[in-house]
């Protein structure tokens, strides 16, 4: 009878899921990873709630980096991310399919697996929108000169953009606020990013910006309209790149 | 437009602020094609602020469609020169302003904290001479690396005719440096850009070639010795404005590529600015954009594909075709080498298959060691197979029963909607009329 590990919707809670799975050495048809709230029920299936454990985690990204490499792990830890509800799934039948394979580093190349297909496809999915939001993330600088973001993304992509903007602010205070998933990423300048969630914050404080912000915020989008050649213009090849759903928190566009 | 200027220079009268400034000067670099922020992988080294990608970051998108990467303006849009093409030619009456290098360092700073840029394109009009200009811009990169500590992108622009000892320095302060070809061949330049010479032009880029050069050995060397221009350098033509065939563009374009060792060619699809005797008669049919994609599409294959300028066109053909893209139009001469078996043929085969990208490519000679591929797992690797279809086989089966010919090829693919502007697709193919004359 096939077994579904229910967990929770995180990076821990699935490999927590996976940890179990793996362990119980079973087949890949004979179990299944399901994300606690997007559950659709099965018949003829066991189910078992997975307890979240930082040390399973550990111990199967450990797991990970050692048998399918780094390159492999990038693109798993990308498709966990990712809002999909199959993820958990297609990571464990990626993972088992390596069991197969002469050389399971190469798995993620393995395409015509279903799994893999869809572990890269994942993976693909999130990194792009990792990407676009690294350019399209606006920051305004608050009163107390912290510089404050608003993202909505459809995936969990803070820790992506975290290192990213901690490399290259980092002597700046900074926090990138993830309204879809109610999540903060915080920097403070000299020291390392944290993410925090379930805290409430006084949002009013991200509503007062400095006497500066008003200014560049004007020449930025004064910059934006003039940098643009009449002849050319082209709103739908802007479109293409530049999807609405990214535009409501770019000042230029407001 | 006129009452727009108008009161700009009322305005401008009093001291001008920075806002006009800025307008001013972005509008005078507008033409400059090359946005781009790829090329480099730099971290920041946790006292200043910036760092650069390999693969560039786009943070937004102008109305024209084109990546604003950059801050891309003119540190001055008064000039010395009188080319014709140019919106700051010297005999235009144009408000003039100039940044300060101070006022060019706040400005990228405080527009990268913000995230709205991934750096700096900095060029600018002639003022004085070309050294006093490269001077100025040597100035304002110094401040910004030094002072500002700023560790983010730099394109700059090398001023032709300047002192080489001075584009020499900027180099080391910049990430990718550019001297403009402006016109793809010499005569176009002597008869629109008068103060230009051919020489002026690629001596610096030759320049920054054995640079560039010498830096990669002493690099090897000492891990930490500074880079120059690590981004590489690129140029860029106009397209439209003298009578080139693409042909010859392309053929300009590869002799770059592998004499110079240029990143990236760009072409300029010309822009009517000014009203000029030399200049090609003004049409209303705007700048030829579809001709400027199609050299973009052939520069591609030039740099990924393994192409060659010859393969894509010849002396009899100097033009590519409007309603198929160079790599369709290269497969469609090619049939006899059609179709080719996706789990057998090689790398550089597949390449040349229309719909096959570089990326899927690399994909597909991955995937088939693990496996046997069939359609279905070629759409998820990437390809695109409504192109595609017509020129493969998976197992040694077409996706649907098609014929290998010309017309039939061409028919469908051009019912399955190539991106063409409305008007050329409009004669594209039509109902068949028995009194049609039948050509090949």
Redesign the interface.
């Known amino acids: 009878m096939k077994t579904v590990y229910v967990c929770n919707d995180t990076v821990t809670g699935i490999f927590s899921g996976i940890y179990d799975a793996w362990k119980a050495k079973k087949d890949e048809e004979d179990c299944k990873i399901a994300l606690r709230g997007m559950l659709e029920q099965e018949l003829f299936c066991d189910y078992v709630e997975v307890e979240e454990t930082e040390h399973k985690a550990a111990a199967v990204e450990a797991l990970i980096k050692r048998h399918l490499g780094q390159l492999a792990y990038w693109d798993i830890y990308h498709a966990i991310l990712s809002a999909d509800c199959q993820k958990g799934d297609a990571v464990l039948g990626a993972m088992l399919a390596a069991k197969k394979i002469p050389d399971s580093t190469k798995i993620m190349e393995h395409l015509s697996h279903p799994k893999v297909e869809k572990v890269f496809e994942l993976s693909r999915n999130v990194g792009g929108e990792a990407h676009n939001y690294k350019g399209f993330l606006r920051f305004r600088e608050l009163e107390n000169g912290v510089l404050y973001a608003e993202i909505e993304p459809k995936n969990q992509i803070l820790t992506c953009l975290a290192p990213h903007f901690a490399d290259r602010l980092p002597m700046e205070n900074w926090m990138i606020h993830d309204r879809t998933h109610k999540m903060f990423a915080v920097h403070e300048g000299g020291k390392r990013w944290v993410i925090v969630w379930g805290e409430q914050f006084d949002e009013t404080v991200f509503e007062k910006v400095s006497d500066r912000e008003k200014e560049y915020a004007r020449l930025w989008k004064g910059f934006c309209r003039t940098i643009a050649i009449k002849e050319r213009e082209n709103p739908r090849c802007q479109l293409q790149h530049l999807p609405l759903r990214y535009r409501t928190d770019m000042v230029e566009f407001f | 437009m006129m009452t727009q200027r108008l009161q700009l220079t009322v305005s401008s009268l009093s001291e001008m602020n ?2 006009e400034k ?2 001013i000067l ?2 005078a ?3 400059d094609v090359a946005c781009t922020s790829s090329g480099t992988e730099r ?2 080294d ?6 650069c ?1 390999q ?1 560039g ?13 950059l ?2 303006i003119l540190f001055t849009n008064e000039c010395i020169y009188d080319c014709k093409y140019c919106v700051n030619r010297r005999n235009n009456d144009v408000v003039r302003a100039s940044f300060t290098p101070d006022e060019v360092c706040t ?1 990228t700073m ?2 990268y ?4 840029i ?1 750096g700096l394109f900095l060029s600018s009009g002639i003022l004085k001479s070309p050294d006093y200009t490269m001077e100025l811009i040597y100035a304002t990169l110094f401040q910004l690396r030094q002072k500002y500590n700023f560790q ?1 992108y730099i394109h700059v622009k090398a001023i032709p005719g300047a002192d080489l000892e001075l584009v020499r320095r900027v180099g080391f302060l910049a990430d990718r440096m550019s001297v403009n070809l402006e016109l793809p061949t010499a005569e176009g330049l002597k008869a629109l850009a008068p103060h230009k010479t051919r020489k002026n032009i690629l001596m610096p880029m030759r320049l920054v070639q054995n640079r560039m050069e010498e830096n990669r050995q002493e690099l090897q060397l000492y891990r930490n010795a500074p880079r120059f221009v690590p981004a590489g350098q690129s140029t860029q033509m106009i397209i439209g404005a003298t009578p080139e065939t693409d042909y010859q563009i392309m053929q300009v374009a590869e002799s770059l590529y592998q004499k110079f060792e240029l990143k990236r060619v760009f072409y300029s ?1 010309f ?2 600015v000014n009203d000029d005797a030399a200049l090609p008669a003004k049409t209303g049919d ?2 030829p ?1 579809l001709r400027e994609h199609r050299l973009y599409q052939a520069d591609w294959l030039l740099r990924y594909y393994h192409f060659r300028a010859e393969e894509l066109l010849t002396e009899d053909n100097p033009n590519f075709n409007v309603l198929f893209d160079p790599k369709c139009n290269w497969a469609l001469r090619h049939l006899e080498i059609f179709p080719v078996e996706i789990n057998r043929a090689d790398y550089k085969m597949l390449l040349r298959v229309p719909g096959i990208g570089y990326k899927s490519a690399v ?1 597909i000679v ?9 359609f279905t ?1 070629l759409k ?2 990437g390809v695109v197979l409504k192109r595609a279809l017509y020129f493969i086989t998976c197992n040694g089966r077409m996706m649907y029963p098609t014929k290998i010919e010309e017309d039939y090829i061409t028919r469908n693919l051009l019912s399955a909607g190539e991106k063409l502007p409305p008007d050329v697709t409009g004669m594209g193919y039509r109902q068949l009329s028995l009194f049609d004359t039948v050509t090949s």
């Not at chain 2, 904290?113 to 709205?116: A, E, K, Q």
């Open positions: 920075m806002y800025l307008n972005t509008d670099a507008k033409y971290k920041n946790g006292t200043g602020t910036g760092n990608t693969s970051i786009c943070h937004s998108f102008s109305a024209d469609g084109r990546c604003i990467s801050l891309k400005l405080e527009f904290r913000r995230n709205y991934e983010g699809a822009v009517h705007g700048p954009l994909r991955k995937a088939r060691k693990l496996g046997t591929l069939d797992d998820k690797i």
